[in-house]
């Protein structure tokens, strides 16, 4: 038993240095009445789970601790997005000015909390542990939404509790059904269970997979569970939003990859019904931008459109739909984190979240302007970008598996998408600022800008070494 | 090596610029001019070195890209690039001596202007899918900016129209690619080529309607036209000679180095109505044209009326006929850019372009009113100047094929006549309106830009064989692979 437990925690470095270093985090937050020792212990430990994870030995599909979870090469991916996101989302936390320094400890600590949490939800290979790790993403989430002093924070954080709170009751009742069904909890086994059902059960499995959809489909704003996310996304800090577009989408898709994969007998009725999600999802979040004047309620639409691209490469089925998902991801990390960086230096200045502030940016700050329009053509999907290149191999995996519906779907709501993109494009070039001093944006502003941008722009050009990467991550078998 | 060269000259230019302080204006002039004049020698050299008589990709360059998917920096030039090249470059020089007329935010200006003539050159140059819609992407977003910031009128709805439009016809032309490369594994132009033929029918037809929607807003073909007369009206004087030039090329260049010899039955299937919408863009473009009052706007629908002949001649599937569209399309670019230029210099002084505010200048601007009617009968096709050859060459080729298409068409040529010579008649004749008796004349920077324009269009009409004998190798080898079918 022991050695089962000691051969684990050594693969689970990672994890363990990130969870020891948030308790820490929490800790100093209390004691000292400074930010920096906080903000210090946090680059400690997100470096030294970098370190863990770099050093890892290579990973392979045997599960760990007893079976709860499975570190493969699938769930290294998106641990390092998981890394990479809480990183710079931290530097977007260093540099942002909103009301919450008196609680920078519990800050920093509770996004070091949802670190983990994304990185068990993408390693979860039975059912509680994927339980446990949505919720320790989610309750560490409510209480960061609410973190500001104000009203708009406090409605933010209630409405995201309790929609939370309902689908994590539609998920259990799903998974117990689950349970009923084929006696265990763990995904290997209820992959050999499910297809030894009889018929009149292969119904409730349907069921008891819709049910768990609706949580998954909650953490990753997929229609009809996201209409919590304008909401939220505006009330909280923007650091919180950001980590929110990406972080849970990321491991949120993880997770429905792995237990549709250990649902695969139920796809005849899931698979359709996935599709069918995909396509309103993407066209409600890119219809509803276009009326947005909240730059923050914007992007949270622009996320749910782009949770819709994700959710192609999911619909698909094939391995090559998984590859696309994974770099369309790491774009949308890149991407996404970037333009909430830019939002971040301009509220910061601006003290204004409508799309107005952004007016003029090109006078004021030149290279801030040209990174922001950078992202915002990468998530447009215009070549030569890295959002381009996902969005090329998303529709590509749908063609080739025959939904072509879905390619088509894609297309439409890209050029729909263009739209409210160019506009902030057009608000930063075309017309003139309402004040002319520089706007300039703090250090740890300029590195997450600039890390993000290189990004973007280097791996659009090149993108085959990280395609490689990616493609040797998508194992066969998922479990 | 050279075609590489010639895409990194704009390039590097543009770097070079955007290292500059904004305020060295001078110096970011003559790099953008260094430039681009660099661009011209290579495209010239290239045409020295060019062997015309062969078929097939010269100067070929073939590196690996993304592995994985057989992407590959594929360039290559043979007689239906070839044009194209040399009309950018010089189109592209010229345009960019008339854009020291901008007075504000030079650095962006020559920047963004940099970035899209690597965007159009690549366009010409790829031998790769997934290069080929790169560049042609990538010509959007700074033509989006130079409407957009330095235009006039409506600029930024005009800007936005033109982005979106074409980027919705540009998507279906993505789903095009990837379903071609799904069935074949390879985005090379040349072994799609080759394998164009053993394509089954319908998929032939599935394909070329979706390159079609992709191409034809690029034309533009009616009734996909309806961004041009904004984006060109709004535009600043280079960047319209520049759309007009260049970019419309791109959509015709489309067809004849893609839709046509991959999917040829579909080209074949499509073939009447290829012909029906030229007729209705060159009658419909020239009765719309006569209907004007903005000067700029006139051309802009003239511009949609010259490139029915493109769409008459490629619908024709004779060499006579797809070489008249070949080198209307050169035609196109040297008549018009000229026009535009021409029409900017006095909007440049006058700050209007109602046609009515003008009366008698011909007295009053020698040069102005020579090069203006040079350029208008250049327009409406009079012998002995280049648009003639074109356009005679589209009508003969496809008359024997589609008869009462080409009977219609012949009738837009009257109709430009017409409104060519009711612009001559009202801007240059009559008398002379008072506003206008201290107005200038050309000067030497706006003749330089012109010229050049005015020695071509010459040269083609008395000895078209000049480009002829380039292109028509590689022409009739398309029209044998297209019939070959």
Redesign the interface.
């Known amino acids: 038993m022991s050695e089962i437990v000691w051969d684990s925690l050594k693969a689970w470095w990672p994890e363990l240095i990130v969870s020891v270093g948030a308790l820490l985090v929490v800790l100093l937050g209390v004691w000292t009445k400074r930010t920096q020792p906080a903000i210090g212990a946090t680059w400690f430990t997100l470096f030294g789970g970098g370190a863990a994870l770099w050093f890892a030995p290579a990973p392979t599909s045997t599960s760990l601790f007893f079976g709860l979870i499975v570190a493969d090469p699938l769930s290294l991916v998106f641990r390092w997005l998981a890394l990479g996101t809480t990183a710079l989302v931290v530097l977007m936390v260093m540099s942002s000015d909103e009301q919450t320094n008196t609680l920078r400890g519990e800050y920093l600590g509770l996004l070091l909390f949802i670190t983990v949490g994304l990185m068990l939800m993408a390693e979860a290979s039975h059912l509680l542990m994927a339980y446990v790790a949505m919720e320790l993403v989610s309750l560490s989430a409510y209480i960061l939404v609410g973190l500001l002093p104000d009203k708009r924070s406090a409605e933010a954080a209630l409405k995201y509790l309790l929609f939370g709170a309902f689908s994590s009751g539609l998920m259990l009742y799903g998974m117990s059904l689950l349970f009923g069904l084929t006696g265990s909890l763990g995904f290997r086994d209820i992959l050999q269970a499910s297809g030894n059902l009889s018929r009149g059960a292969t119904g409730l499995l349907a069921v008891a997979v819709t049910l768990m959809l609706a949580g998954l489909a909650f953490k990753i704003s997929m229609v009809p569970f996201h209409m919590w996310t304008p909401d939220a996304y505006e009330g909280a800090p923007i650091p919180v939003t950001a980590l929110l577009s990406v972080g849970p989408k990321a491991a949120g898709l993880a997770l429905v990859l792995r237990i549709t994969e250990a649902l695969a007998p139920a796809w005849s009725t899931v698979g359709p019904l996935l599709g069918g999600l995909t396509v309103i999802t993407m066209t409600l979040g890119n219809l509803v931008a276009l009326s947005q004047t909240n730059v923050k309620r914007l992007f949270a639409y622009s996320t749910i459109g782009q949770v819709g691209y994700l959710l192609i490469g999911l619909s698909v089925h094939t391995p090559k739909g998984v590859e696309a998902l994974l770099l369309y991801l790491v774009a949308y990390l890149f991407m996404n984190l970037g333009a909430f960086a830019c939002i971040v230096a301009v509220v910061n200045d601006t003290h204004n979240e409508t799309l107005e502030a952004f007016r003029g940016l ?1 006078k004021r700050s ?1 290279v801030l302007a040209l990174l922001c329009t950078l992202f915002l ?1 990468s998530l447009a999907g ?3 970008l890295l959002g ?1 290149f996902g969005k ?1 191999l998303l ?2 995996s749908a ?2 598996s025959g939904h072509l519906w879905l ?2 779907a894609g ?2 709501n ?2 729909i998408a ?2 409210y993109y ?1 506009n902030l ?2 608000l930063m ?2 017309i003139a600022p309402d004040r002319v001093q520089p706007l300039r944006p703090t250090g740890a502003l300029r590195l997450a800008i600039g890390l993000c941008g290189a990004a973007t722009l280097l791996l659009g050009l ?3 070494a990280l ?2 990467r990616l ?1 040797a991550s998508v194992v066969v078998n998922l479990l | 090596m050279v075609l590489s060269a010639l895409l990194l000259c704009p390039l590097v230019g543009m770097l070079a610029i955007l290292a500059m302080p904004k305020s060295a204006i001078r110096a970011i002039r003559m790099t953008a001019l260094g430039a681009s004049g660099i661009a011209l020698l290579i495209s010239l050299s290239l045409l020295k070195q060019f062997q015309p008589q062969l078929v097939g990709a010269q100067f070929e360059e073939r590196l690996s890209w993304i592995p994985q998917l057989g992407i590959f920096y594929h360039l290559g030039i043979d007689g239906i690039s070839l044009p194209m090249v040399l009309l950018t470059t010089l189109l592209g020089f010229l345009a960019c001596i008339a854009s020291f007329s901008i007075t504000e935010r030079h650095k962006e200006y020559f920047a963004l202007y940099l970035l899209l003539e690597v965007g159009m050159l690549g366009t010409f140059l790829a031998l790769d899918l997934f290069l080929f819609y790169i560049f042609w992407e990538v010509v959007l977003v700074p033509m989006y900016f130079l409407i957009g910031i330095w235009g006039g009128g409506r600029r930024e709805y005009s800007a936005f129209k033109f982005f979106i439009y074409t980027l919705a016809g540009s998507l279906v032309m993505l789903l095009a690619i990837l379903a071609l490369y799904l069935r074949t594994h390879t985005f090379d132009m040349l072994r799609l080529a080759e394998m164009g033929p053993t394509f089954d029918a319908p998929f032939q037809r599935l394909l070329f309607v979706a390159f079609f929607l992709g191409f034809a807003i690029k034309v533009p073909v009616f009734p996909f036209h309806t961004w041009l007369p904004d984006a060109h009206v709004d535009a600043p004087t280079p960047i319209s000679v520049i759309l007009a030039g260049v970019l419309l090329k791109m959509g015709g260049y489309g067809f004849f180095r893609i839709a046509y010899p991959i999917v040829p039955a579909g080209a074949a299937w499509f073939g009447w109505t290829m012909a029906l919408l030229g007729t209705i863009n060159i009658v419909y473009g020239a009765w719309v044209a006569m209907a004007q009052t903005d000067f700029k706007r006139l051309v802009a629908y003239s511009s949609v009326s010259h490139m029915g002949f493109v769409l008459l001649g490629l619908s024709s599937f004779t060499p006579e006929g797809m070489n008249g569209a070949m080198l209307q399309m050169f035609n196109h670019g040297t008549i018009t850019g000229g026009m535009f230029l021409l029409v900017g210099v006095l909007y440049d002084r006058a700050h209007t372009r109602q046609l009515d505010a003008f009366g008698g200048l011909g007295v009053r601007v020698p040069r102005y009113a020579g090069l203006l009617i040079f350029f208008s009968l250049a327009s409406l096709g009079l012998p002995g100047l280049s648009g003639f050859v074109s356009e005679f060459l589209s009508l003969v080729g496809t008359f024997g094929v589609w008869r009462w298409q080409t009977i219609v068409s012949v009738t837009g040529i009257v109709v430009s006549a017409a409104y060519m010579l009711m612009v001559l008649q009202r801007v240059l004749l009559g008398p002379l309106n008072e506003k206008w008796r201290a107005l200038t004349d050309m000067n030497a920077r706006e003749l330089c830009s012109i010229i050049p324009l005015v020695g071509i269009v010459l040269a083609l009409g008395i000895y078209p064989l000049f480009m002829l004998r380039l292109q028509d190798a590689s022409v009739q080898n398309l029209v044998q692979h297209v019939l070959g079918h």
């Open positions: 090109s030149p053509l215009i070549p030569p381009f090329f529709f590509g063609i080739e390619a088509v297309i439409i890209s050029a263009l739209y160019v494009i057009r070039y075309l090149f993108p085959g395609l490689a493609g």
